[in-house]
């Protein structure tokens, strides 16, 4: 885009280097879950991961969680390599995977209690304006299976947001949602981006999702898992439902789903 | 214009039969077990039969009270105290085995086979071994009835352990908290539904592994005297005892829910809480 402007081109603070996973399956065979991918993020940048399942796009975000480590290539955050977990990041699941003992206040508050065994004044308080912030403020008390699956899944990313985290991971966080819902949940989460912004990296399924949401998409293709196409997203924010009704908007929506087609046909 | 006070009419008058419907639900098992006591009586009454071959409801009442409030205290609580004691060995060596178990290949591999062992021997075969090996007193009874009722309390427990969402063990991972946490704070908590379904079983099964042990070694409780009276033809207080028993193992299967649904009301299916 832009790159001429010097201010619109910031340090990448997260870098893929030729990142490839083999994983050896039950019986023997390797399957590549990721061939060689390189790409840098820049630092508040929305990046969508699209691509059919089984293309390597929840392994691609475990090894940025630090949660497997790649076979060959390298990760790093902030110019260092990831070798493990960080404080940085925070994780939003297909499913809300909410405790089921705890209301959703202390929902949100575990990781802090898990992971230090306490919970400071001040992540309560931070509790409490995310609540309000995901539209939860009155539910604070109900447990879990008293909520809608919208509901939960706006807790799981109050949760995920809690120690505000420099990089959000989303794997695949509305697809278990009804198509309502969906597009309630992405205009919040666009909005909550807007509000503190946030490295993203948000896996979907959905082709007008990505392209609602992200600065760039990463077309990912199956067998092995590599990374197709990067594509820019030139709609322009503030984003909102009318942005899909845009000529460009299904250029875009066109294009991509030529690219994964195209794959397809290949079977 | 008419329809909000016909739907009233008609609501109550339809709430007296639900009323009566719930009652009938809730007397019927009562009124079948009056049922089943009376053709029972009639039964033993009509065709005279003999005390030691089944002896009446009636003959057993009367066997109740001949031999004492006292004497029947002491066996219940005889009984009682192995039971509580060895179901208290099976969760405190059921849970951590169960631990073990689902965090480690290795123990998994290596365990698994001895439990299955354990659990296809017959304990009745095995108790009289018990009682040589492990002399008299408390002991043996104890291990016996550890050794009947162990082994569903390890396995729901490692099913519960491992039925863990993977997403949540993750975000445990992503932490960085560790293994003894991830345990603690997530999965015994996860098991706790699992589990509390082998406790009620386990309950019933202590009971049982209780009056096996006391037929082998006892001076005390109500499996003692059931072999004892029976083997002085008093039938009929031997089906006192046995009826007591039946009662005992169906109050603490009860008293297991309660716990749960007292302590843990998250666990119990939607409609129960
Ligand atoms: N732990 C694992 N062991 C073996 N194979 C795995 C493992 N995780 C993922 N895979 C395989 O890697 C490929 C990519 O998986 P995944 O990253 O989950 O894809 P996606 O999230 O795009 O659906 C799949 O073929 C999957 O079967
Ligand atoms: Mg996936």
Same mark, same amino acid.
Request: net charge positive; with cysteine; hydrophobic share 50%.
């Given at each position: 885009?832009?790159?001429?402007?010097?201010?619109?081109t910031?340090?990448?603070?997260?870098?893929?280097?030729?990142?490839?996973?083999?994983?050896?399956?039950?019986?023997?065979?390797?399957?590549?879950?990721?061939?060689?991918?390189?790409?840098?993020?820049?630092?508040?940048?929305?990046?969508?991961?699209?691509?059919?399942?089984?293309?390597?796009?929840?392994?691609l975000?475990?090894?940025?969680? !630090?949660?497997?480590?790649?076979?060959? !290539?390298?990760?790093?955050?902030?110019?260092?390599?990831?070798?493990?977990?960080?404080?940085?990041i925070?994780?939003?699941?297909?499913?809300?995977?909410?405790?089921?003992?705890?209301?959703?206040?202390?929902?949100?508050?575990?990781?802090?209690?898990?992971?230090?065994?306490?919970?400071?004044?001040?992540?309560?308080?931070?509790?409490?304006?995310?609540?309000?912030?995901?539209?939860?403020?009155?539910?604070?008390?109900?447990?879990?299976?008293?909520?809608?699956?919208? #509901?939960?899944?706006?807790?799981?990313?109050?949760?995920?947001?809690?120690?505000?985290?420099?990089?959000?991971?989303?794997?695949?966080?509305?697809?278990?949602?009804?198509?309502?819902?969906?597009?309630?949940?992405?205009?919040?989460?666009?909005?909550?981006?807007?509000?503190?912004?946030?490295?993203?990296?948000?896996?979907?399924?959905?082709?007008?999702e990505?392209?609602?949401?992200?600065?760039?998409?990463?077309?990912?293709?199956?067998?092995?898992?590599?990374?197709?196409?990067?594509?820019?997203?030139?709609?322009?924010?503030?984003?909102?439902? /009318?942005?899909?009704?845009?000529?460009?908007?299904? /250029?875009?929506?066109?294009?991509?789903?030529?690219?994964?087609?195209?794959?397809?046909?290949?079977? | 214009?008419?329809?909000?006070?016909?739907?009233?009419?008609?609501?109550?008058?339809?709430?007296?039969?639900?009323?009566?419907?719930?009652?009938?639900?809730?007397?019927?098992?009562?009124?079948?077990?009056?049922?089943?006591?009376?053709?029972? /009586?009639?039964?033993?009454?009509?065709?005279?039969l003999?005390?030691?071959?089944?002896?009446?409801?009636?003959?057993?009442?009367?066997?109740?009270?001949?031999?004492?409030?006292?004497?029947?205290?002491?066996h219940?609580?005889? *009984?009682?105290?192995?039971?509580?004691?060895?179901? !208290?060995?099976?969760?405190?060596?059921?849970?951590?085995l169960?631990?073990?178990?689902?965090?480690?290949?290795?123990?998994?591999?290596?365990?698994?086979?001895?439990?299955?062992?354990?659990?296809?021997?017959?304990?009745?075969?095995?108790?009289p071994?018990?009682?040589?090996?492990?002399?008299?007193?408390?002991?043996?009874?104890?291990?016996?009835?550890?050794?009947?009722?162990?082994?569903?309390?390890?396995?729901?427990?490692? *099913?519960?352990?491992?039925?863990?969402?993977?997403?949540?063990?993750?975000?445990?991972?992503?932490l !960085?908290?560790?293994?003894a946490?991830?345990?603690?704070?997530?999965?015994?908590?996860?098991a706790?539904?699992?589990?509390?379904?082998?406790?009620?079983?386990?309950?019933?099964?202590?009971?049982?592994?209780?009056?096996?042990?006391?037929?082998v070694?006892?001076?005390?409780?109500?499996?003692?005297?059931?072999?004892?009276?029976?083997?002085?033809?008093?039938?009929?207080?031997?089906?006192?005892?046995? #009826?007591?028993?039946?009662?005992?193992?169906?109050?603490?299967?009860?008293?297991?829910?309660?716990?749960?649904?007292?302590?843990?009301?998250?666990?119990?299916?939607?409609a129960?809480?």
């Amino acid at each position: 885009m832009s790159a001429a402007a010097p201010n619109a081109t910031p340090r990448p603070n997260i870098s893929f280097d030729r990142v490839s996973q083999v994983f050896t399956s039950s019986d023997g065979s390797e399957v590549v879950a990721l061939d060689n991918a390189s790409f840098d993020i820049g630092r508040h940048e929305f990046i969508a991961v699209l691509g059919p399942s089984g293309c390597g796009k929840s392994t691609l975000l475990r090894i940025l969680a !630090g949660l497997v480590r790649p076979t060959h !290539g390298q990760v790093s955050i902030y110019g260092s390599p990831v070798d493990g977990p960080r404080d940085e990041i925070g994780i939003v699941f297909q499913k809300p995977t909410l405790l089921p003992w705890l209301n959703i206040r202390d929902n949100l508050t575990f990781p802090m209690r898990h992971k230090y065994g306490r919970v400071t004044a001040q992540e309560i308080t931070r509790g409490e304006e995310l609540l309000e912030l995901v539209g939860l403020k009155e539910f604070g008390n109900k447990r879990p299976d008293e909520l809608s699956g919208g #509901m939960q899944q706006r807790a799981a990313i109050a949760r995920a947001l809690l120690h505000d985290p420099e990089i959000l991971l989303m794997d695949e966080p509305f697809s278990a949602l009804d198509a309502l819902t969906r597009d309630e949940l992405s205009l919040e989460l666009l909005n909550i981006w807007t509000q503190r912004p946030k490295t993203v990296l948000f896996i979907t399924h959905s082709i007008p999702e990505a392209l609602l949401l992200a600065d760039r998409i990463l077309v990912m293709s199956a067998r092995p898992g590599r990374v197709q196409e990067i594509i820019d997203v030139d709609l322009p924010r503030p984003r909102s439902m /009318e942005t899909l009704t845009e000529p460009r908007f299904n /250029e875009l929506a066109n294009h991509i789903r030529r690219k994964v087609f195209s794959r397809h046909a290949d079977h | 214009m008419s329809s909000p006070t016909t739907s009233a009419a008609r609501s109550s008058r339809a709430m007296p039969t639900i009323k009566l419907k719930a009652q009938a639900d809730r007397l019927a098992p009562w009124l079948a077990l009056l049922v089943l006591l009376l053709v029972w /009586e009639a039964a033993c009454r009509l065709l005279k039969l003999p005390s030691f071959v089944l002896p009446s409801p009636s003959a057993i009442l009367a066997a109740t009270q001949k031999v004492g409030f006292g004497a029947w205290s002491e066996h219940i609580f005889a *009984t009682l105290r192995v039971t509580l004691m060895g179901y !208290g060995l099976s969760i405190l060596i059921g849970i951590p085995l169960a631990i073990a178990l689902a965090s480690s290949r290795l123990m998994s591999r290596t365990l698994y086979p001895l439990l299955v062992i354990v659990q296809s021997t017959p304990i009745v075969a095995v108790a009289p071994i018990i009682v040589v090996v492990m002399g008299a007193g408390d002991l043996p009874r104890v291990f016996i009835t550890f050794l009947i009722a162990f082994f569903p309390i390890v396995v729901s427990c490692v *099913t519960g352990l491992l039925a863990t969402p993977e997403e949540l063990v993750e975000l445990s991972r992503s932490l !960085g908290a560790s293994k003894a946490r991830e345990y603690r704070n997530i999965r015994l908590p996860y098991a706790i539904p699992h589990l509390f379904s082998a406790l009620r079983i386990s309950i019933t099964l202590a009971v049982i592994g209780a009056v096996v042990a006391e037929f082998v070694a006892a001076e005390k409780g109500l499996g003692y005297f059931i072999n004892f009276s029976t083997s002085m033809f008093q039938v009929p207080q031997a089906f006192a005892a046995l #009826m007591m028993l039946v009662v005992i193992s169906l109050a603490l299967f009860h008293l297991i829910g309660l716990l749960q649904k007292a302590f843990f009301p998250w666990s119990l299916p939607k409609a129960q809480h």
